[in-house]
C-alpha cells in the first residue's frame, strides 16, 4: 500500500540464460509495462512489470546497480540479489533514454536515502552514547545534593529516558548488525555475480570472436549469394531478350509459313499449267510451222508486190505513152470528126442541091 508507481513504459523483457550467461531468454512474449516503483514507508525503490498473473521483474535499485545501453533500442543491469540479468528492448530509442535517465535518477535517490539512513544511525548512536555519559553525573549530584524526595523525583525520569535511549540503541544496533549480516551477504552475491559476470564476459568474448568468424563466414555467403542474384538476374535478362527473339521468331515462322502456303498455292497453279506444255509446245511448233509458212508466204507476197510495183511502175509509163498517143489519136480524130462533119454537110449540101 506504501508504494506509488512514479514511472511508467512498455518494452520486452529478456533475462539472462542462467545455463550460458550469453545468451538472452525472453521473459515475455510481447511488450509489456515495465514501472518504477517507490516504498514510502521502507524509502526504497524498485522496478516491477507483470505479465498477466506472473511477475518477470521485481529489482530493488540499489546505489552500485548501473544501466548500459547495448545498443540503440536495447539496455540491461545486474541484480546481485535476483542472481540475474534484466534486459529491455524498446520499440524507439526516445524510450531507451528516458528509461536509463530515470534509472540514473532512482539511484541517485537511493544513495541519498541510503546516506541519509546512515546519517540517522550515526546520529541515534551518538545521542545515545552522551545521555549515557550525562545521566550518572546528575545522578550523582543530585543524590549528593538533594533529598531521597528529590532523588526520587530527579531519578525517575532520568532512568526512564535512559532505558528508551539504550531501548532504541540495542533496535538500531540489531538493525545496523542484521544490515551488516544482510550488506556482507549482498557483497557475497555481488562477488559471485561479478565472477560470474566476468565469466560471461569472457564467454561473451569468445563468442563474439566466433560470431565475428560466422559473420565474416555470413558475409562471404552474402557476397556469394548477391553475385550468384547478380548472375540470375543477368541470366533472367539474357531469357528475356531470348523470349523477345523468339517472339520476332514465331512472327518470323508465322509469316514465313503464310509465304510458304501462297508458294504451295502458286506451285500447284504452276504445276496444273505444267500438264498442259506438252500441249502447248504442240501449238507453239504448229504455230512456229504456220509462221514460217506465214512468212514465206509473205516473202512470196512482197516478191509479188515488187513485181506488182515493177507492172504498175511500167503500167504507168505505158498509160502515159498511151496518153499521149491517145491524146495525139484524139487530136487525129477531132481533125477527122471535123472532115467528116465537112463532108457530111457537103454530103447534106449535095443532098439538098439534088
Same mark, same amino acid.
Given at each position: 500500500?506504501?508504494?506509488?508507481?512514479?514511472?511508467?513504459?512498455?518494452?520486452?523483457?529478456?533475462?539472462?540464460?542462467?545455463?550460458?550467461?550469453?545468451?538472452?531468454?525472453?521473459?515475455?512474449?510481447?511488450?509489456?509495462?515495465?514501472?518504477?516503483?517507490?516504498?514510502?514507508?521502507?524509502?526504497?525503490?524498485?522496478?516491477?512489470?507483470?505479465?498477466? !498473473?506472473?511477475?518477470?521483474?521485481?529489482?530493488?535499485?540499489?546505489?552500485?546497480m548501473?544501466?548500459?545501453?547495448?545498443?540503440?533500442?536495447?539496455?540491461?543491469?545486474?541484480?546481485?540479489? !535476483?542472481?540475474?540479468?534484466?534486459?529491455?528492448?524498446?520499440?524507439?530509442?526516445?524510450?531507451?533514454?528516458?528509461?536509463?535517465?530515470?534509472?540514473?535518477?532512482?539511484?541517485?535517490?537511493?544513495?541519498?536515502?541510503?546516506d541519509?539512513?546512515q546519517?540517522?544511525?550515526?546520529?541515534?548512536?551518538?545521542?545515545?552514547q552522551?545521555?549515557?555519559?550525562?545521566?550518572?553525573?546528575?545522578?550523582?549530584?543530585s543524590?549528593?545534593?538533594?533529598?531521597?524526595?528529590?532523588? !526520587?523525583?530527579?531519578?525517575?525520569?532520568?532512568?526512564?529516558?535512559?532505558?528508551?535511549?539504550?531501548?532504541?540503541?540495542?533496535?538500531?544496533?540489531?538493525?545496523?548488525?542484521?544490515?551488516?549480516?544482510? /550488506?556482507?551477504?549482498?557483497?557475497?552475491?555481488?562477488?559471485?555475480?561479478?565472477?560470474r559476470?566476468?565469466?560471461?564476459l569472457q564467454?561473451? !568474448?569468445?563468442?563474439?570472436?566466433? /560470431?565475428?568468424?560466422q559473420?565474416?563466414?555470413?558475409?562471404?555467403?552474402?557476397?556469394?549469394?548477391?553475385?550468384?542474384?547478380?548472375?540470375?538476374?543477368e541470366?533472367?535478362s539474357?531469357?528475356?531478350?531470348?523470349?523477345?527473339?523468339?517472339?520476332?521468331?514465331?512472327?518470323?515462322?508465322?509469316?514465313?509459313?503464310?509465304?510458304?502456303?501462297?508458294?504451295?498455292?502458286?506451285?500447284?497453279?504452276?504445276r496444273?499449267?505444267?500438264?498442259?506444255?506438252?500441249?502447248?509446245?504442240?501449238?507453239?511448233?504448229?504455230?512456229?510451222?504456220?509462221?514460217?509458212?506465214?512468212e514465206?508466204?509473205?516473202?512470196?507476197?512482197?516478191?509479188?508486190?515488187?513485181?506488182?510495183?515493177?507492172?504498175?511502175?511500167?503500167?504507168?509509163?505505158?498509160q &502515159?505513152?498511151l496518153?499521149?498517143?491517145?491524146?495525139?489519136?484524139?487530136?487525129v480524130?477531132?481533125?477527122?470528126?471535123?472532115?467528116?462533119?465537112d463532108? &457530111?454537110?457537103?454530103?447534106?449540101?449535095?443532098?439538098?442541091?439534088n
Amino acid at each position: 500500500m506504501g508504494e506509488q508507481p512514479i514511472f511508467t513504459t512498455r518494452a520486452h523483457v529478456f533475462q539472462i540464460d542462467p545455463s550460458t550467461k550469453k545468451n538472452w531468454v525472453p521473459a515475455s512474449k510481447q511488450a509489456v509495462t515495465v514501472s518504477y516503483f517507490y516504498d514510502v514507508t521502507r524509502n526504497s525503490y524498485r522496478i516491477i512489470s507483470v505479465d498477466g !498473473a506472473k511477475v518477470i521483474i521485481n529489482s530493488t535499485i540499489t546505489p552500485n546497480m548501473t544501466f548500459t545501453k547495448t545498443s540503440q533500442k536495447f539496455g540491461q543491469w545486474a541484480d546481485s540479489r !535476483a542472481n540475474t540479468v534484466f534486459g529491455l528492448g524498446f520499440s524507439s530509442e526516445q524510450q531507451l533514454t528516458k528509461f536509463a535517465e530515470k534509472f540514473q535518477e532512482v539511484k541517485e535517490a537511493a544513495k541519498l536515502a541510503k546516506d541519509k539512513s546512515q546519517e540517522k544511525l550515526e546520529t541515534s548512536s551518538n545521542h545515545s552514547q552522551e545521555s549515557g555519559c550525562e545521566t550518572p553525573s546528575s545522578t550523582q549530584a543530585s543524590s549528593v545534593n538533594g533529598t531521597d524526595d528529590e532523588k !526520587a523525583s530527579h531519578v525517575g525520569p532520568a532512568d526512564t529516558h535512559l532505558k528508551s535511549e539504550n531501548d532504541k540503541l540495542k533496535i538500531a544496533l540489531t538493525q545496523s548488525a542484521a544490515n551488516v549480516k544482510k /550488506w556482507e551477504i549482498e557483497l557475497q552475491t555481488l562477488r559471485e555475480s561479478n565472477a560470474r559476470l566476468t565469466t560471461a564476459l569472457q564467454e561473451s !568474448a569468445a563468442s563474439v570472436e566466433q /560470431w565475428k568468424k560466422q559473420f565474416s563466414i555470413c558475409r562471404d555467403e552474402n557476397d556469394r549469394l548477391r553475385n550468384k542474384i547478380d548472375e540470375l538476374e543477368e541470366q533472367c535478362s539474357e531469357i528475356n531478350r531470348e523470349k523477345e527473339k523468339n517472339t520476332q521468331l514465331k512472327r518470323r515462322i508465322e509469316e514465313l509459313e503464310s509465304e510458304l502456303r501462297e508458294k504451295e498455292t502458286e506451285l500447284k497453279d504452276l504445276r496444273k499449267q505444267s500438264e498442259i506444255i506438252p500441249q502447248l509446245m504442240s501449238e507453239c511448233e504448229y504455230v512456229s510451222e504456220k509462221l514460217e509458212a506465214a512468212e514465206r508466204d509473205n516473202q512470196n507476197l512482197e516478191d509479188k508486190v515488187q513485181s506488182l510495183k515493177t507492172d504498175i511502175e511500167e503500167s504507168k509509163y505505158r498509160q &502515159r505513152h498511151l496518153k499521149v498517143e491517145l491524146k495525139s489519136f484524139l487530136e487525129v480524130l477531132d481533125g477527122k470528126i471535123d472532115d467528116l462533119h465537112d463532108f &457530111r454537110r457537103g454530103l447534106s449540101k449535095l443532098g439538098t442541091d439534088n
